[in-house]
């Protein structure tokens, strides 16, 4: 109850759920062998800790940011970029670590106090504009983050997949840099989503719920609500950022498409809205099915569409063609703001279907 | 308070003069920055067309906000749309279309046009029926409704159309420049300030000169009272919208055949630009909105000739400036 900051799933079903999917990350080196399933376990792991930290915003204090994946991007470059320059070394992770953290909190500082004094949607147009000329920036100094090709680089000796720490046991399992990086990026996420937690279920957190829930009253009452803001704004930078080192160090790789993109920011939105908007744990579930669908519903509609087209339908082929599972993700978003706008998470915390939810 | 008598004419409000002063100053300091008035001249044409078109794109935008309080997030894919439905046209005719007769291209591509903002048009009775009733008032909702939106708007665009760029080329009677001595102004850009400068004026005309117009700005102004009065104000709103999304749909196209090329990712940079224009403007202002169009694509024009390295965050430090000078945009329309 003290890790979880007495915010317990408050769903027997969804406990069930949320032990299964972190036992089998915690498990998938060993249950699951292959690059893949790998690849796809950090991925769930780092989006669950940015989702998360997106949480704080769009769920707690009602903001559309679409800025977000700026803030990631800043940790990914700042990683990559250190340990692009300055070797393969620990100091590196750390010069990233100490100059990227910092900068995106500042930004987020920047903006809030620029927007955030105005109505939600001048937020959301004026974070969407910033982003899109960060995005660009991005692209364009190339001498610094390599434009559009990105910034490879070498990770530290002890991360490294040819370090074997453990040689084959009679298990059969070899421990090596890799997968010491996916518990490391496992834990790193792990902690920052129960930070996020913690922030949420503070006295802090609920001067957010309260702005959210009528802004005009939170201030009568006398909070600083540009400053509460502000702060949620600086925080969730802090961790969107974090999980941008993260991800960095798992690809070894930081560029425009894995970072700063507005997919990304458009992919964070519909795993926060169909995981269940301003409970935190939606994150982990829509990252989850998400990043799921996006491995693995890819190649079940490869199979739908060949079957369309030899059938000699018109049309469904384009419709159910792999690429364009985005489409069908797309529809359930519009449903799910619609008929549960909740998510999953307040689906099965209130299955009879409270239809007004707490979102105003 | 001076007192009037019954016969004296309504005293008129103050005219605010000074955002309308805004670019022709800008134009006039660029002057002996840029050096060679040719070079100003064609820059100064090619940031006014380029602004009629981003004002095409933004009116229904800036309009649908005051009126009704709804920002449309997937605005920029009837913008999209447009441009595809176009090509549609414009591909069975690609014939006439190179045929050097100005008559000829125009009998193509003002059906093309035509159709287009019929497209968008009924796409947007649709996206306002589906998504935006059923959260009508809900600015959370709406945001997420519409981002939904143009999610599955812009898939299904790759969908039908293939995730290739459509290549669009001008006619060929609209190709090159008209030569004034030494100043070299394209056609299609004089043909697109024309068209800018014709829709502004229609819909000066029909906010100022009618009572559906009426209607329309008392909606913005106070949208109770109006319903207190009895008129329907979701039925003029739709209409507002309908009309919003057709014009996105002719400045689609109009954009398309600008960069001679269409693609589904337009939606996504004009997108950017129009919401930028939109808050320089001032939400809900339709003079705002055509000024600020007019501001952004003169910054992006000259300061991508000045300092082009500049000219990718220009319009943010446009928007900064302006936003310091008049927090709520150059025009503040809406007490919200």
């Known amino acids: 109850m003290m890790i979880l900051s007495g915010d ?4 027997r079903i969804l406990t069930l759920v949320l032990v299964v999917i972190i036992l089998a990350l915690a498990a998938t080196p060993f249950l699951f062998p292959g690059a893949k399933a790998l690849n796809v376990a950090a991925k769930i792991c780092v989006f669950a800790a940015l989702v998360a930290s997106y949480d704080l915003l769009l769920g707690y204090t009602g903001s559309v940011s679409f800025a977000h994946t700026m803030f990631y991007g800043i940790g990914s470059y700042a990683i990559a970029i250190a340990l692009y320059g300055m070797g393969p070394n620990w100091a590196a992770v750390a010069t990233g670590t100490v100059v990227g953290l910092p900068l995106a909190a500042l930004l987020a500082l920047a903006i809030g106090l620029f927007s955030l004094r105005v109505a939600a949607i001048f937020f959301a147009m004026i974070t969407l504009a910033v982003a899109s000329a960060f995005q660009v920036l991005a692209s364009q100094l190339s001498w610094l983050t390599g434009g559009e090709d990105g910034r490879s680089f070498q990770l530290p000796e002890l991360l490294r997949p040819g370090t074997v720490l453990i040689s084959k046991n009679l298990f059969g399992f070899e421990i090596n840099g890799r997968i010491l990086t996916f518990y490391l990026v496992f834990a790193v996420s792990a902690l920052m989503i129960l930070a996020l937690l913690r922030v949420v ?15 005009f009253r939170a201030e009568a009452l006398g909070f600083r609500t540009v400053f509460h803001l502000t ?8 961790v969107a950022a974090g999980a941008g080192i993260l991800n960095a160090l798992w690809l070894r790789y930081a560029g425009p498409d894995t970072s700063l993109s507005f997919s990304i920011m458009l992919d964070i939105l519909l795993m926060v809205v169909i995981g269940g908007m301003g409970t935190i744990y939606g994150a982990i579930i829509g990252a989850s099915i998400f990043i799921l669908a996006q491995n693995y519903l890819q190649s079940l509609m490869g199979v739908a569409s060949k079957a369309a087209s030899e059938a000699g339908l018109p049309l469904l082929p384009g419709l159910l063609h792999p690429d364009r599972w985005l489409l069908w993700l797309g529809l359930l978003f519009i449903a799910s703001v619609y008929f549960f706008p909740t998510g999953v998470v307040g689906r099965l915390r209130n299955p009879a279907g409270d239809k007004g939810g707490d979102l105003h | 308070m001076t007192d009037l008598a019954a016969t004296d004419p309504l005293p008129k ?12 100053a800008l134009a006039l300091l660029m002057i002996p920055l840029i050096g060679s008035t040719s070079s100003w001249l064609t820059l100064t044409v090619a940031s006014l067309a380029m602004g009629m078109m981003i004002f095409i794109m933004a009116s229904g935008l800036t309009l649908v ?5 709804v920002l449309n997030f997937g605005h920029g894919a009837f913008i999209a749309v447009g441009a595809y439905v176009a090509t549609l046209v414009l591909a069975p005719f690609a014939a006439s279309i190179q045929a050097d007769s100005l008559w000829m291209n125009l009998a193509v591509l003002a059906p093309a046009a035509l159709l287009s903002m019929a497209v968008s048009g009924a796409l947007g009775l649709v996206v306002e029926r589906v998504l935006i009733l059923p959260v009508y008032g809900q600015h959370l909702k709406q945001i997420l409704m519409t981002t939904g939106g143009l999610i599955v708007a812009e898939q299904t665009m790759y969908a039908l159309w293939g995730p290739q760029i459509i ?26 300030m024309l068209i800018g400068l014709a829709v502004f004026i229609a819909i000066q005309l029909v906010l100022n000169r009618t009572k559906l117009g009426l ?31 057709a014009l996105a749909g002719l400045g689609g196209v109009m954009w398309a055949l600008y960069r001679e090329q269409v693609h589904a990712s337009m939606s996504d940079d004009l997108t950017v630009l129009i919401f930028i224009v939109v808050i320089i403007g001032g939400l809900g202002s339709i003079g705002g909105c055509f000024i600020g169009a007019i501001l952004v694509a003169m910054v992006a024009n000259y300061g991508g000739f000045l300092v082009p390295k500049l000219a990718l965050v220009s319009n943010i430090l446009l928007m900064v400036a302006i936003l310091m000078w008049r927090p709520r945009g150059l025009y503040a329309v809406t007490s919200r």
């Open chain 2, 13 to 24: 409000p103050k005219r605010d003069l000074a955002p309308i002063l805004l670019p022709i």
């Open chain 2, 215 to 245: 209607l329309i700005r008392a909606g913005v102004e106070n949208r109770e009272m109006v319903e207190a009065l009895g008129y329907r104000i979701r039925r003029l709103f739709l209409g507002v919208f309908m009309t919003g999304s």
């Open chain 2, 65 to 69: 906000f005051g009126l009704m309080d």
């Open chain 1, 201 to 215: 279920n503070s006295p802090f957190g609920r001067v957010l719920q309260a702005i959210r829930e009528n802004r």
């Open chain 2, 167 to 192: 290549p669009m080329p001008l006619p060929a009677s609209l190709r090159g420049s008209f030569i004034l001595g030494d100043v070299a102004i394209a056609k299609y850009r004089v043909l697109a």
């Open chain 1, 8 to 11: 317990p799933p408050r769903s």
């Open chain 1, 231 to 238: 702060y949620a704004n600086c925080l969730a930078a802090l």
